[in-house]
């Protein structure tokens, strides 16, 4: 199984530009995290999806920020207008509902700089 | 919030020495588990406690659980310098993780 896969793994940008982070959880899981991670503010969770639909937004921090995952096997996490305040490591991770000790399997990240 | 905070941020040791780190929540959970961190690279699962146990072991690690003082530990026994990590304990909420800020442990040859 080559695990949880987030592309791209760095990406620098200048501010203002919209940024696509993408998120291929483990076959079979059904349910989909994405978190954010600085030194500031340790490791946040923005968003979560069961079976594709989202369940909690309530960390997205503002507008800027959407989430999607049309089908079970692909999601994206999108800033626009992108800001200096964003550059974090973003990170997707998934569970298998059934599993009832939610043990959560991560992606490498990715490293977002935004100039 | 249901926040773990680990106690203390950051841990030296030598190779062959114990380390314990601790965790301190602040409300009823369902489990707690415990992730390793290695530099620029994503979360890893070691070990789960439900609220029902009180101790479990997997290899070198020690997890101790008290819910009366809503506090975990975790002990590595015999360290080596591949432990040299983040650690961080997580509280489980429905369906959801609550991540603490996290131990940064450096075990020196």
């Known amino acids: ?115 | 919030s249901q926040q773990g905070e680990e106690d203390p941020q950051a841990l030296s040791i030598q190779e062959g020495e114990n380390a314990t780190m601790n965790c301190s929540y602040k409300t009823s959970i369902n489990n707690l588990q415990w992730y390793r961190q290695n530099s620029g690279r994503g979360l890893v699962h070691l070990i789960l406690i439900r609220s029902n146990e009180r101790e479990k072991h997997s290899g070198r690690l020690r997890v101790t659980l008290d819910t009366s003082k809503k506090s975990s530990s975790l002990l590595i026994t015999a360290s080596r310098a591949a432990d040299t990590a983040s650690y961080f304990c997580a509280v489980t909420g429905f369906q959801k993780l609550v991540f603490g800020t996290g131990t940064r442990l450096l075990v020196s040859p």
């Open chain 1, 1 to 115: 199984d080559a695990g949880v896969i987030q592309s791209p793994r760095h990406e620098v940008t200048e501010m203002g530009q919209e940024v696509t982070l993408r998120c291929k959880p483990i076959s079979g899981h059904n349910s989909l995290f994405w978190y954010r991670q600085t030194m500031m503010r340790g490791l946040e969770l923005l968003i979560y999806f069961n079976n594709n639909v989202p369940i909690d937004d309530s960390g997205m921090p503002e507008d800027r920020f959407s989430a999607k995952m049309p089908n079970a096997s692909f999601s994206t996490l999108k800033i626009q207008p992108s800001e200096p305040r964003d550059s974090a490591v973003y990170f997707c991770a998934s569970v298998s509902l059934g599993n009832s000790y939610n043990e959560q399997f991560f992606g490498p990240g990715t490293r977002l700089t935004v100039l």
